[in-house]
């Protein structure tokens, strides 16, 4: 009997039961009564118990398992308690201290005429909680609304308003006795006593009303405002539920319960801490926590076990999924009254139990257990013991809306209770059904109300996986119409019937029942229908299937399938339908065929028709059964039956070999053989010996090209590492200020990565080789290699205090921004909350934890990036990261342009098309007869998990396989041929050459268990076989480092080279070359990259249970990899030419023929994989003998080698397989004859995963001399069948692809409904699709993550980033580089690039003979105004322009001229500088302090700003023009408005004698165009804060990109018809507009009674790229002939403008400048403080003085210049302040930029580009007219035709070109004289001058022909006149009697190359007579 927790039975325990047994038997009317024994150990003690002392370990719970016994001998499930039961425990408890049944409750009748409807009141007002749920109900102050349990109505909850005195509060305490309460349908008040308040709400109970026992719930107001269930009313301490649920799961023999085991996950099943969290009370990965034994049923009888496969009712996707539907409905809950619970521990009471869809919780009945608890009065059933609730599943009226169903809401929900059941709604399963047919049969839940199972309820599985698909989820129109349906348009049940039989007929023998796969068939259907309806709208109604038509209709779909589906119709009840057939089942002889599947129909006249679908198959149901468990408990449920020695049967039947000899007897007869030596390790056959000392001491061959520290980004990793930047940019530029870029200086990261040994060591690896932490300047070069470590952190429990340790440096360093980078971030996404019940996996929740802790949500300076190749679980509704935040890898095609790569990826997608490449040798293969010989073995053990069975056979295989291969030749035919072919392959390959390389095998073996068992079975027989030196057995746990045997670590450290003493492998990549097998165990991949020399990837463990994407695709990831171009492309006659040359040499005769027809078939993209592959044996020729002879046969040297399988970083293989066995053998040192990469350069390898792919040359041992280039091939993939239809689906196209299925365990399916994911969907699209149609399960971490109330939005992180690329890739290596480039952009962000020239033509400017005392502030204008003018331009940026003529430059050299103007490099010089606190910003500057600046604070602000006209006459123009401003409200201040209608009047303007030392005076014009984001006009630090006037002067056109950029400035809006105009005509307006406002503002301030000349009179007109300002000093110089330095300081833009501002009698200089910086900058150049000289790009203009002075507005170029000549010729002063200098910042874009010319009319795209001599052409002529303004066409063709048009004046600087009125750029071969027509000017002396030519430029009437007389020019000097239009040419030349010493031709007239409507410029030319 087992002792109880207390230790000695209490005998007044004992008698009481007996008692009450009795008792029970005399009141009941039914025969049995309940076992004294079952009422004794299923109640629950009440003893007090420390929940500590409810864990054991883990360890001492297998070892006690064991020993645990049930009573009766089979298994009592007594003890899956969980809450619900609790609570009925104490409220039994409650009712009498002896526990006896009470007496049962009469209640009085009810009032005459009263309602007495169940879920109304007396007065017959409706109380239930789904009508009153949106109801706005009033109660008065001090009660609470909560929920009361009707008997009667399960489904449903009451409401009533309490008074919350008589309720418990948090501890169960302290609530008062009796009652008060108000019926809140009717009004009634005043109840005082709760047996009036039960009567007066119809509660109709059958025993004593006690409020304890029916109010249950406190009702709460979700945020949607809807009345939902909340938390259970705690009537009792909570220390005593927790006690009741621990004191059940420690009774001996109660099995072990979930409650308590940490093995199954959850702790107690109550912890009262748990009560205040949201979380499920089990998580809902906990989903098949057993219900029963019943694998032991016959076998092991006493052993007690946590998890069976039993009846999981609800495997993994139960309480998400099928409830799910509902949670997509704005949180409302739709789980209908059919949403079957999740049954988390079942219970086996008769009840059904529901979960809340919304939370998807589970709920579940507990153990039968008193007189209300599953035995009713009358019901026959022989042993109440056992019952199963599989959730009733009722039927929906048609009417009611499937998502009004009553369903609870909140997570804490109890159980409803129970209905009586009528005798037809229970099954018994009969007794040792699994034992007696092999089968447990799995019941597909359907339509309708499923019965209650009794019995032997272990025997059967009931899965929801198709509930779903029938209950068609309610979508919104926008979603129905993308689905192409009609809202109206929902299948009948008799539809969804024959729909179901028609699929499982088309399923066929070998597949399973797909979710995915019938709600596309659902769904084509249901659009069927809809075409249909749309159809018959017009003509006659069609009529639908009536129920009476339905079941021959449906046996008429099954007749067809060859008896594997059969059709049973029942009219009561679907329990007879399932009754008969399992039935049958027990009664079936072994010989008689089941069906497949059996479709139970009940067509029940007052239900309608429901079913349901049993599953009889032997490979279905297992299947079926197996799918529902997730890994975890798959895992977990393999351990246990490895623990509980459950497969020594099996064990003992793989004791003999498949000869039937013992199979440890026959090694050691082997062992005995061989005596003590051993197979030779390399270069030799496999009958070779030698002693092991010297095997040990055998030197390979070292391959010196394998340099396996290089490092190599490639190309896509550079794309994508860019692709990252700029997401980051994006986020840094988003206006939500979530990231400030501009912040930060340097960039420091930690990687999280999954608890991989392996992978942590492979991610140091790539850090230490990338250099990385060198680059950021995170660590010194020495010392870096060491302190790698502390950037990557493992997700295991220590995590918590690195992690911590990392957030400190976070938070103290604000200017650095941190990465956190989550590697492989899909792996263990569950929540912390479902971690506390989880399933003891200790990473449970700590990625979490991690990754979505407030610390790191709100670090502002902290960015996260995960990683993940199957990003799919964090692509939900609820997911954190923003879908504009992904970077996807760039999609392989792209790579396919980048020809230069060596390589390309091979992935998924690759290994699925190349089933269609139709070779002999697939790279993914399904090994059938190992196929066959599994599902004979599975159907001999039918109690084992089908991966044991696997594993099992699959190490038998490689053992018979290796003796086969090596002494028993007579075991071959039992091997399979694709293990032998690996097997040979494995062990033969080292022995082909003097280095010894081979190839590496990896067995995927998910149970860690198995593994082990798996090594060391195969090690043994390796041992035994000798052949331990040939090749290493590695068990790769993800848990423990890489192990290797001393001697191959030695021959790897020969191979490598330069290793140093004490270098052992860390990664797998470490193994390159080495021939071994890794076991790889663990629960999923976690991304590690393997070497080049994998070949074979063995998956054939990976079945059924991995139906989900991630699950599935990420075993295949393991294959992928980088390969050779050829493999994808390959070229023929390279194959050829490879293959026949092998051929010849070692083809037997038998096989040449079927060898060449192979190769000579039309080369498909596969050909260089022919023969890269395994599946070689069929014929079954040994290949020992033909290999020896052909080894003796010389090769052809040029034969090329090629070694094949590529792994995946870096590495090197040789050898692959032949696609003939013979061949095999001895061409595995060439590499595979056929996949011949005989291409001219090597191949590099390039990378996988997660680092940039290598490029490592391919070294490869010497083939008789010659040395081989090998190709690089994808590994050979062996899957299960059951994997294989999934990926190799794409063939046919019939089969679902691995694509469709559920994207990852922890995710559900929002709808049944939905479009299908297409395969060649990117991966954008993948993720939008994922987005939409996918949620999060409960125990998911972003469940958590809900929308936000308001808006309905789900809440992304804005600093979260996922990079997603496929597995093996190269994504370390990118994000490395994006850690970079991301370092280089912050510090490029804090740096700017400004221009760094020296000033020009220095050599031959004036001295200033006026001597100016040096470190003056100001010039002194007495003395300043003595300095000559210097007329020669310095500025660097016109170093190709026409020199000015003075007199020091007819003395220049003009030979050394021309030199030094050839090498005048076109690119300007620029030099990076520091930005400092006083820099301009253009529009991607954000910082805390310009923010108001640069911001408007709400989108409301862009309509503050108000347009005006301003308009005036201007004289040059000859009309009025209209310009608008744009003043945004802020900036108002600065004008004057009329008093009236807010005219605007003028712009104030300061007093000359205004001091203020916070201001600036003058206001700041900045013409700018096509910069609206990089011109730099964000002046706040440069103006150091203060207030200022600055205005923007900006195109009609531009001006919404710059209001949009710059809201908060003043622009000043061009007249459209200067859209096209330049630089001269913003300059023109500009000073005009000054000059009329400097006008009003005089008259203004003149009536207030300023003085005219007292109003301040200059602008500041600067450039959109002026970025920093200087000053400079010269230092005192110690010793005379040391040149002084300058010492020269940043300082503010209002500094230098104050400082120029307070020049004393500045009214008197017409412009102010300063010096443009350059590094060149000498004391030489400051010693003069002032010049008086050019001043560009930032100047002070007096509008006042220089009135008459214009800039030229047609003006493109030169401006400038143009217009500081006229300046100075009208006797004015321009100053240059030399000891400030100006940056320029070099700005890529806008500006001054050329317009693109192109023809008017478009004749064709290809044009060639047109020359500048094509700018004119003669009048009327047929030359192509241009697009571009007609000055612009002028300017340019000067430039360029000084030769053609001035040829004497050629690099003859004597003999300048005369120019009056104008400086135009003639090129810059040619000097050109300024002389002003203006009376009173002041010119360059030119006596004695011959000019070589004159330009006449639009000259006014001040040129007159006397003024002309007085120049001199050269015989043939020629000139041109430009005139407006051809009449004024004629008249000027007229005017200016040119013709007296001219000479022109009718040929010499041109014009510009514009149509006659763009006005044209004429010109004419002519040569001096």
């Given at each position: 009997?087992?002792?109880?927790?207390?230790?000695?039975l209490k005998?007044?325990?004992?008698?009481e039961?007996?008692?009450?047994s009795?008792?029970?038997?005399?009141?009941?009317?039914?025969?049995v009564?309940?076992?004294?024994?079952s009422?004794?150990?299923?109640?629950?003690?009440?003893?007090?118990?420390?929940?500590?002392d409810?864990?054991?370990k883990?360890?001492?719970?297998?070892?006690?398992l064991?020993?645990?016994c049930?009573?009766n001998?089979?298994l009592?499930?007594?003890n899956?308690?969980?809450?619900?039961?609790m609570?009925d425990?104490e409220d039994?408890?409650?009712?009498?201290d002896?526990?006896?049944?009470?007496?049962?409750?009469?209640?009085?009748?009810?009032?005459?005429?009263?309602?007495?409807?169940d879920?109304?009141?007396?007065a017959?007002?409706?109380?239930r909680?789904?009508?009153?749920?949106?109801?706005q109900?009033?109660?008065?102050a001090?009660?609470l609304?909560v929920?009361?349990?009707?008997?009667?109505?399960?489904?449903?909850?009451?409401?009533?308003?309490v008074?919350k005195?008589?309720l418990?509060?948090?501890?169960?305490k302290?609530?008062l006795?009796?009652?008060?309460?108000?019926?809140i349908?009717?009004?009634?008040?005043?109840?005082?006593?709760?047996t009036?308040?039960?009567?007066?709400i119809?509660?109709?109970?059958?025993?004593?009303?006690?409020?304890?026992?029916h109010?249950?719930?406190y009702?709460?107001?979700?945020?949607?405002?809807?009345?939902?269930?909340?938390?259970?009313?705690c009537?009792?301490?909570?220390?005593s539920r927790?006690?009741?649920a621990t004191?059940?799961?420690?009774k001996p023999?109660?099995?072990?319960?979930s409650?308590?085991?940490?093995e199954n996950?959850?702790?107690n099943?109550?912890k009262?801490?748990?009560?205040?969290?949201?979380?499920?009370?089990?998580?809902?990965?906990n989903?098949a926590?057993?219900l029963s034994g019943?694998?032991?049923?016959?076998?092991?009888?006493?052993?007690?076990?946590?998890?069976?496969?039993?009846?999981?009712?609800?495997?993994?996707?139960?309480?998400a999924?099928?409830?799910?539907?509902?949670?997509?409905h704005g949180?409302?809950?739709?789980?209908?009254?059919s949403?079957?619970a999740?049954p988390g521990n079942?219970?086996?009471?008769p009840r059904?139990?529901?979960?809340?869809?919304?939370?998807?919780?589970m709920?579940?009945s507990?153990p039968?257990?008193?007189?209300h608890?599953?035995w009713?009065p009358?019901?026959?059933?022989p042993q109440?013991?056992?019952?199963v609730?599989?959730?009733?599943?009722r039927?929906?009226?048609?009417?009611e809306?499937l998502?009004?169903?009553?369903?609870?809401?909140t997570?804490?929900?109890?159980?409803?209770?129970p209905?009586?059941?009528?005798?037809?709604?229970?099954?018994i399963v009969?007794?040792?059904l699994?034992?007696?047919?092999?089968?447990?049969?799995?019941?597909?839940?359907?339509?309708?109300?499923?019965?209650?199972?009794y019995?032997n309820?272990?025997?059967?599985?009931?899965s929801?996986?198709?509930?779903n698909?029938y209950?068609?989820p309610q979508?919104?129109?926008?979603?129905l119409?993308q689905?192409?349906?009609?809202?109206?348009?929902?299948?009948?049940?008799?539809n969804?019937?024959?729909?179901?039989?028609?699929?499982?007929?088309?399923?066929?023998?070998?597949?399973i029942?797909?979710r995915?796969?019938?709600?596309?068939?659902?769904?084509?259907?249901?659009?069927e229908?809809?075409?249909?309806?749309?159809?018959?709208?017009m003509?006659?109604?069609?009529?639908?299937v009536?129920?009476?038509?339905?079941?021959w209709?449906?046996?008429?779909?099954a007749?067809?399938?060859?008896d594997?589906?059969?059709?049973?119709v029942t009219?009561?009840?679907?329990a007879?339908?399932?009754s008969?057939?399992l039935?049958?089942?027990?009664?079936?002889?072994?010989?008689?065929?089941?069906?497949?599947?059996?479709?139970?129909?009940?067509a029940?006249?007052?239900?309608?028709?429901?079913?349901?679908?049993v599953v009889?198959?032997?490979?279905?149901?297992r299947?079926?059964?197996e799918s529902m468990?997730?890994?975890?408990?798959f895992?977990?449920?393999?351990?246990?039956?490895?623990i509980?020695g459950?497969?020594?049967?099996?064990?003992?039947?793989?004791?003999?070999?498949?000869?039937?000899d013992?199979?440890?007897k026959?090694?050691?007869?082997?062992q005995?053989?061989?005596?003590?030596?051993?197979?030779?390790?390399?270069?030799?056959?496999?009958n070779?010996?030698?002693?092991?000392?010297e095997a040990?001491?055998?030197?390979?061959?070292?391959?010196?090209d394998?340099?396996?520290?290089?490092?190599?980004?490639?190309q896509?990793?550079?794309?994508?590492?860019?692709?990252?930047?700029?997401?980051v940019?994006?986020?840094?530029d988003s206006?939500s200020?979530?990231?400030d870029?501009?912040?930060?200086?340097?960039?420091?990261?930690i990687?999280?990565?999954?608890?991989s040994?392996?992978?942590?060591?492979?991610?140091?690896?790539?850090?230490r080789?990338?250099?990385?932490?060198?680059?950021l300047g995170?660590?010194?070069?020495?010392?870096?290699?060491?302190r790698?470590?502390k950037?990557?952190?493992?997700?295991d429990?220590e995590i918590?205090t690195?992690?911590?340790?990392?957030m400190?440096?976070?938070?103290?360093?604000p200017?650095?921004l941190?990465?956190?980078?989550?590697?492989?971030c899909?792996?263990?996404l569950?929540?912390v909350?479902?971690?506390?019940?989880?399933?003891?996996?200790p990473?449970?929740?700590?990625?979490?934890?991690?990754?979505?802790?407030?610390e790191?949500?709100?670090?502002?300076?902290?960015l996260?990036l995960q990683v993940s190749?199957?990003?799919?679980?964090?692509?939900?509704?609820?997911?954190r990261?923003?879908?504009?935040?992904?970077?996807?890898?760039?999609?392989?095609d792209?790579?396919?342009?980048?020809?230069?790569?060596?390589?390309?990826?091979f992935?998924l997608n690759e290994?699925?098309?190349s089933?269609?490449?139709?070779?002999?040798?697939?790279?993914?293969?399904?090994d059938?007869t190992?196929?066959?010989?599994?599902?004979?073995?599975?159907e001999?053990?039918p109690r084992?998990?089908?991966?044991?069975v696997?594993?099992y056979?699959?190490?038998?295989?490689?053992?018979e396989a290796?003796m086969?291969l090596t002494?028993?030749?007579?075991?071959?035919?039992h091997?399979?041929?694709e293990?032998?072919?690996?097997?040979?392959?494995?062990?033969?390959?080292?022995?082909?050459?003097?280095?010894g390389?081979?190839?590496?095998l990896?067995?995927?073996?998910?149970?860690?268990?198995?593994a082990?068992?798996?090594?060391?079975r195969?090690?043994?027989?390796?041992?035994?076989?000798?052949?331990q030196?040939?090749?290493?057995?590695?068990?790769?746990?993800?848990?423990?480092?890489?192990?290797v045997a001393?001697?191959?670590?030695a021959?790897?450290?020969t191979?490598r080279?330069?290793?140093p003493?004490?270098?052992?492998?860390?990664?797998?990549q470490?193994?390159?070359?080495?021939?071994?097998?890794?076991?790889l165990?663990?629960?999923?991949p976690?991304g590690?990259t393997f070497?080049?020399?994998?070949?074979y990837?063995?998956?054939r463990?990976?079945?059924?249970?991995y139906l989900?994407?991630?699950a599935?695709e990420?075993?295949v990831?393991l294959?992928c990899c980088?390969?050779s171009?050829?493999v994808i492309?390959?070229?023929?006659?390279a194959l050829d030419?490879s293959?026949?040359?092998?051929e010849?040499?070692?083809?037997?005769?038998?096989?040449?023929?079927?060898?060449?027809?192979?190769?000579?078939?039309?080369?498909?993209?596969?050909?260089?994989?022919t023969?890269?592959?395994?599946s070689?044996m069929e014929?079954?020729?040994?290949?020992?003998?033909?290999?020896?002879?052909?080894?003796?046969?010389?090769?052809?040297?040029?034969f090329?080698?090629?070694?094949?399988?590529?792994?995946?970083?870096e590495?090197?293989s040789?050898?692959?397989v032949g696609?003939?066995e013979?061949?095999?053998?001895?061409?595995d040192s060439?590499g595979?004859?056929?996949a011949?990469s005989t291409?001219?350069?090597?191949?590099l390898?390039?990378?996988s995963?997660s680092?940039?792919?290598?490029?490592?040359?391919?070294?490869?041992?010497?083939?008789q001399g010659c040395?081989?280039?090998?190709?690089?091939?994808p590994?050979i993939?062996?899957?299960?069948k059951a994997?294989?239809s999934?990926l190799g689906s794409?063939?046919?196209?019939k089969?679902?692809s691995?694509?469709?299925?559920?994207?990852?365990?922890d995710?559900a399916w929002?709808s049944?409904l939905?479009p299908?994911?297409h395969?060649d969907?990117?991966?954008e699209?993948?993720?939008?699709?994922?987005r939409?149609w996918?949620?999060?399960r409960?125990h998911?971490?972003?469940?958590?993550?809900?929308?936000?109330?308001?808006?309905?939005?789900?809440?992304?992180?804005?600093?979260r980033?996922?990079?997603?690329?496929?597995?093996?890739?190269?994504?370390t290596?990118?994000?490395?580089?994006?850690l970079?480039?991301?370092?280089r952009?912050?510090?490029?962000l804090?740096?700017?690039?400004?221009?760094d020239?020296?000033?020009i033509?220095?050599?031959?400017?004036?001295?200033s003979?006026?001597?100016?005392s040096e470190g003056e502030?100001?010039?002194?204008?007495?003395?300043?105004s003595?300095?000559?003018?210097?007329?020669?331009v310095?500025?660097?940026?016109?170093?190709?322009m026409?020199?000015?003529y003075?007199?020091?430059?007819a003395g220049?050299k003009q030979?050394?001229?021309?030199?030094?103007?050839?090498?005048?490099?076109?690119?300007?010089?620029?030099v990076s500088?520091?930005?400092?606190?006083?820099?301009?910003?253009n529009?991607?500057h954000?910082?805390e302090q310009?923010h108001?600046?640069m911001?408007f604070?709400s989108?409301?602000?862009m309509?503050?700003s108000?347009l005006h006209?301003?308009t005036?006459?201007?004289?040059?123009?000859?009309?009025?023009?209209?310009?608008?401003?744009?003043?945004?409200?802020?900036?108002?201040?600065h004008?004057?408005?009329?008093?009236?209608?807010?005219?605007?009047e003028?712009m104030?303007?300061p007093?000359v004698?205004?001091k203020n030392?916070?201001v600036?005076?003058?206001?700041?014009f900045?013409?700018?165009?096509?910069?609206h984001?990089h011109g730099?006009?964000?002046?706040f630090h440069?103006?150091?804060?203060?207030s200022?006037?600055?205005?923007?002067v900006?195109?009609e056109?531009?001006m919404p990109?710059?209001?949009?950029c710059w809201?908060?400035?003043?622009?000043?809006?061009?007249?459209?018809?200067?859209n096209n105009a330049?630089?001269?005509?913003?300059?023109?307006?500009?000073?005009e507009?000054s000059?009329?406002?400097?006008e009003?503002?005089?008259?203004?301030?003149?009536?207030?009674g300023?003085k005219?000349q007292?109003v301040?009179?200059?602008?500041?007109?600067?450039?959109?790229?002026?970025?920093l300002?200087?000053?400079?000093?010269?230092q005192e110089?110690?010793?005379p002939?040391v040149?002084?330095?300058v010492?020269?300081?940043n300082?503010?833009l209002?500094?230098v403008?104050q400082?120029?501002?307070?020049?004393?009698?500045?009214?008197?200089?017409?412009?102010?400048?300063?010096?443009?910086?350059s590094?060149?900058?000498?004391?030489?150049?400051l010693?003069?403080?002032?010049s008086r000289?050019?001043?560009?790009?930032?100047?002070?203009?007096?509008?006042?003085?220089?009135?008459?002075?214009?800039?030229?507005f047609n003006?493109?170029f030169c401006?400038?210049v143009?217009f500081?000549?006229r300046?100075?010729?009208?006797?004015?002063?321009?100053?240059?302040f030399?000891?400030f200098?100006?940056?320029?910042?070099?700005?890529?874009?806008g500006?001054q930029?050329?317009?693109?010319?192109?023809?008017?009319?478009?004749?064709?795209?290809?044009?060639a580009p047109?020359?500048p001599l094509?700018?004119v052409?003669?009048?009327?002529s047929?030359h192509?007219l241009?697009?571009?303004?007609?000055?612009?066409?002028?300017?340019?063709f000067?430039?360029?035709?000084?030769?053609?048009?001035?040829?004497?004046?050629?690099?003859n600087?004597?003999?300048?070109?005369?120019?009056?009125?104008?400086?135009?750029n003639?090129g810059?071969e040619?000097?050109i004289?300024?002389i002003s027509?203006r009376?009173?000017?002041?010119?360059?002396n030119c006596e004695?001058?011959f000019?070589?030519?004159?330009?006449?430029?639009?000259?006014?009437?001040?040129?007159?022909a006397?003024?002309?007389?007085?120049f001199?020019?050269?015989?043939?000097?020629?000139?041109?006149?430009?005139?407006?239009d051809?009449?004024s040419?004629?008249q000027?030349?007229v005017?200016?009697e040119?013709e007296?010493?001219?000479?022109?031709r009718l040929?010499?007239?041109f014009q510009?190359?514009?149509?006659s409507?763009?006005k044209?410029l004429?010109?004419l030319?002519g040569?001096?007579?």
């Open positions: 009997m087992g002792n109880s927790y207390a230790g000695q005998s007044a325990r004992f008698e039961a007996l008692h009450n009795i008792e029970a038997s005399l009141r009941c009317s039914s025969v009564p309940r076992p004294i024994f009422q004794l150990y299923l109640d629950p003690d009440q003893h007090p118990f420390s929940s500590a409810v864990k054991p883990v360890e001492e719970l297998d070892k006690d064991v020993h645990r049930t009573q001998g089979s009592d499930f007594s899956t308690l969980t809450v619900n039961d609570e425990d039994d408890e409650e009712m009498s002896s526990n006896s049944p009470p007496i049962p409750y009469s209640q009085k009748p009810a009032p005459e005429g009263s309602c007495t409807t879920g109304f009141c007396q017959g007002k409706d109380l909680l789904v009508s009153l749920c949106m109801e109900i009033d109660i008065p001090g009660f609304l929920g009361a349990k009707s008997p009667n109505l399960p489904e449903h909850i009451l409401v009533c308003a008074d005195r008589f418990p509060d948090d501890h169960g302290n609530a006795l009796g009652f008060s309460g108000n019926c349908g009717c009004g009634e008040r005043g109840f005082r006593y709760f009036e308040f039960s009567n007066h119809n509660l109709k109970l059958t025993t004593q009303p006690k409020k304890q026992k109010l249950k719930y009702l709460v107001r979700s945020s949607q405002g809807v009345l939902s269930k909340g938390p259970l009313i009537w009792k301490e909570c220390r927790q006690s009741s004191c059940h799961s420690i023999n109660s099995s072990v319960s409650t308590v085991t940490p996950g959850t702790t099943g109550y009262s801490g748990f009560i205040q969290t949201d979380s499920p009370i089990l998580s809902p990965a989903s926590i057993n019943a694998q032991d049923l016959t076998r092991n009888k006493n052993v007690v076990k946590p998890l069976a496969l039993s009846l999981q009712v609800v495997g993994k996707t139960f309480a999924d099928a409830a799910n539907g509902n949670s997509s949180g409302k809950n739709s789980a209908t009254s949403t079957p999740r079942y219970s086996l009471s059904p139990s529901y979960a809340s869809g919304d939370q998807a919780t709920f579940i507990g039968p257990k008193k007189r608890r599953g009713y009358g019901s026959p059933l109440p013991g056992l019952v609730p599989v959730p009733t599943v039927p929906l009226s048609r009417t809306s998502l009004s169903a009553p369903v609870p809401q997570p804490l929900t109890g159980i409803l209770q209905r009586p059941i009528p005798a037809g709604e229970t099954v009969p007794e040792n699994l034992s007696n047919s092999g089968i447990r049969p799995v019941i597909l839940i359907g339509y309708g109300t499923l019965p209650y199972f019995g309820v272990g025997d059967i599985v009931v929801p996986l198709l509930v698909c209950k068609i979508l919104e129109n926008k979603d119409e689905l192409g349906l009609t809202g109206s348009q929902l299948l009948s049940v008799e969804m019937i024959l729909l179901t039989i028609q699929y499982l007929v088309r399923l066929g023998p070998d597949q029942p797909l995915e796969e019938f709600e596309q068939i659902m769904l084509k259907a249901m659009q229908f809809t075409l249909r309806e749309r159809a018959l709208q003509g006659a109604q069609w009529i639908p009536s129920p009476g038509q339905l079941p209709l449906a046996r008429l779909i007749s067809v399938s060859q594997l589906v059969h059709v049973i009219q009561n009840s679907l007879e339908g399932i008969e057939t039935r049958t089942l027990s009664e079936m002889r072994h010989y008689q065929r089941l069906p497949d599947y059996v479709v139970a129909i009940c029940s006249k007052i239900r309608g028709n429901e079913f349901c679908v009889l198959g032997q490979h279905q149901s299947a079926l059964a468990l997730t890994t975890s408990e895992l977990k449920e393999i351990s246990y039956e490895l509980t459950k497969v020594s049967f099996l064990a003992s039947h793989f004791k003999t070999t498949s000869l039937g013992d199979l440890d026959l090694l050691e007869k082997m005995q053989r061989r005596g003590d030596s051993v197979v030779t390790p390399f270069n030799g056959d496999l070779e010996y030698v002693s092991p000392q040990a001491a055998m030197i390979p061959t070292q391959n010196l394998l340099d396996n520290e290089t490092f190599q980004i490639y896509p990793q550079l794309t994508v590492a860019r692709k990252l930047l700029s997401q940019c994006a986020i840094a206006g200020q979530s990231l870029l501009g912040h930060f200086s340097k960039v420091d990261f990687v999280i990565v999954p608890r040994e392996v992978l942590v060591q492979q991610t140091l690896q790539r850090i080789q990338s250099g990385v932490l060198v680059d995170l660590e010194e070069n020495g010392t870096a290699y060491q790698a470590e950037y990557v952190v493992r997700l429990n918590q690195k992690f911590e340790v990392f400190r440096r976070v938070k103290q360093n200017y650095t941190f990465v956190l980078v989550h590697d492989n899909h792996v263990e569950t929540s909350i479902s971690g506390s019940l989880s399933h003891g996996e990473s449970h929740g700590l990625a979490d934890r991690v990754i979505n802790c407030r790191v949500l709100e670090a502002f300076n902290l996260v190749s199957f990003p799919y679980t964090l692509q939900t509704q609820q997911s990261i923003s879908s504009s935040n992904e970077v996807h890898w760039i999609q392989l792209s790579m396919e342009d980048m020809s230069c790569e060596e390589k390309l990826y992935g290994y699925s098309k089933l269609q490449w139709g070779i002999t040798s697939p790279l993914l293969r399904c059938e190992f196929e066959k010989m599994v599902n004979t073995l599975l001999r053990y084992l998990h089908s991966m044991v696997r594993c056979l699959l190490i038998q295989q490689y053992s290796l086969a002494t028993m030749a007579s075991l071959r035919d091997s399979t041929p293990t032998l072919s690996i097997m040979d392959d494995l062990i033969s390959s080292p022995g082909k050459t003097k280095s390389r081979g190839h590496m990896i067995i995927r073996v998910p149970s860690v268990q198995l082990m068992l798996a090594k060391e195969l090690q043994e027989v390796r041992d035994r076989l000798g052949l030196y040939r090749f290493e057995i590695i068990l790769g746990n993800p848990a423990s480092e890489v192990s001393t001697h191959f670590v021959r790897l450290k191979w080279g330069n290793e003493e004490e270098w052992i492998p860390r990664t797998y470490d193994l390159e070359g080495l021939p071994c097998i890794v076991i165990t663990g629960k999923d976690l590690e070497p080049r020399s994998l070949k990837c063995d998956l463990l990976i079945d059924s249970s989900t994407r991630t599935l990420q075993e990831g294959a980088y390969v171009k050829e492309r390959g070229s023929t006659v030419l293959g026949k040359e092998q010849r040499t070692t083809v037997s005769e038998n096989e040449s023929d079927e060898l060449l027809i192979d190769l000579e078939r039309p080369q498909s993209n596969s050909s260089a994989v023969g890269t592959s395994g070689i014929n079954g020729v040994s290949s020992s003998s033909a290999a020896d002879k052909s080894q003796k046969q010389p090769l052809t040297p040029s090329q080698s090629s070694a094949n399988s590529v792994g995946l970083d590495g090197v040789t050898g692959t696609t003939g013979t061949l095999k053998q001895e061409c060439l595979p004859p056929m011949s291409t001219s350069k090597p191949s390898a390039s990378s995963s680092s940039g792919p290598r490029a490592l040359p391919w070294p490869g041992g010497p083939v040395r081989g280039l090998h190709a690089a091939l590994p993939v062996i899957l299960s994997a294989y999934l794409q063939r046919g196209g089969l679902p691995s694509s469709s299925l559920l994207p990852h365990a995710v929002v049944s939905r299908l994911l395969k969907m990117s991966s699209e993948q993720s939008l699709y994922y939409q996918t949620s999060a409960q998911h971490a972003d469940y958590s993550n809900q929308p936000d109330p308001n808006s309905g939005a789900w809440a992304c992180h804005p600093r980033l996922l990079l997603t690329g496929p597995p093996q890739v190269g994504k290596g990118s994000y490395l580089q994006f970079r480039i991301l370092f952009m912050l510090i490029r804090l740096e700017v690039d400004v221009y020239e020296g000033e033509n220095t050599d031959h400017s004036e001295s003979e006026v001597s100016q502030p100001w010039p002194d204008i007495e003395s300043f003595k300095i000559p003018f210097d007329i020669s310095h500025d660097p940026k016109y170093s190709l026409s020199l000015v003075t007199e020091k430059l220049v030979e050394a001229r021309k030199e030094s103007r050839a090498e005048e490099a076109r690119k300007r010089a620029t500088m520091m930005l400092t606190k006083y820099a301009a910003y529009t991607f954000h910082c310009c108001q600046y911001d604070t989108a409301s602000q309509s503050d108000t006209a301003f005036f006459s201007s004289s040059m123009l000859g009309e009025e023009v209209q310009l608008y401003f744009i003043i945004p409200k802020s900036k108002e201040s004008f004057v408005f009329s008093k009236q209608g807010k005219h605007l003028s104030r303007l007093l004698s205004d030392l916070n600036v005076k003058s206001p700041i900045t013409p700018s165009s096509g910069r984001e730099l006009l964000n002046l440069a103006m150091e804060g203060i200022h006037l600055h205005l923007l900006v195109k056109y531009e990109l710059y209001r949009k809201p908060n400035h003043i622009m000043l809006v061009l007249p459209g018809m200067f330049g630089v001269g005509a913003a300059r023109f307006l500009i000073k507009l000059y009329h406002n400097l009003l503002e005089r008259n203004r301030l003149e009536e207030l300023v005219r007292c301040w009179p200059f602008i500041v007109v600067m450039d959109d790229s002026c970025v300002w200087n000053i400079h000093s010269v110089q110690t010793s002939p040149e002084a330095g010492s020269s300081k300082v503010s209002k500094s403008l400082h120029i501002e307070a020049t004393p009698k500045i009214v008197h200089y017409a412009i102010l400048g300063i010096q443009k910086w590094s060149k900058l000498t004391s030489q150049s010693k003069a403080p002032f000289c050019h001043v560009h790009d930032f100047i002070l203009l007096n509008i006042d003085l220089t009135q008459n002075v214009q800039y030229d003006r493109y401006e400038d143009d500081n000549l300046t100075n010729s009208s006797g004015l002063l321009i100053c240059r030399n000891n200098s100006l940056m320029k910042k070099h700005v890529q874009v500006g930029r050329d317009f693109i010319i192109k023809p008017k009319i478009m004749v064709s795209e290809s044009l047109i020359l094509q700018y052409c003669a009048p009327d047929e192509t241009l697009a571009a303004p007609a000055q612009f066409l002028l300017e340019k000067l430039q360029h035709a000084s030769f053609k048009l001035f040829p004497k004046a050629i690099r600087f004597k003999s300048p070109v005369l120019a009056i009125d104008c400086y135009l003639i810059p040619v000097a004289c300024y027509s009376p009173h000017s002041s010119n360059v004695g001058v000019f070589s030519g004159l330009l006449l430029y639009l000259c006014d009437s001040f040129v007159g006397d003024l002309l007389k007085k001199k020019f050269l015989k043939g000097a020629t000139l041109c006149v430009i005139c407006q051809r009449s040419l004629r000027t030349i005017r200016l040119l007296d010493e001219w000479q022109f040929r010499d007239e510009t190359a514009n149509s409507d763009d044209p004429y010109f030319t040569r001096h007579v």
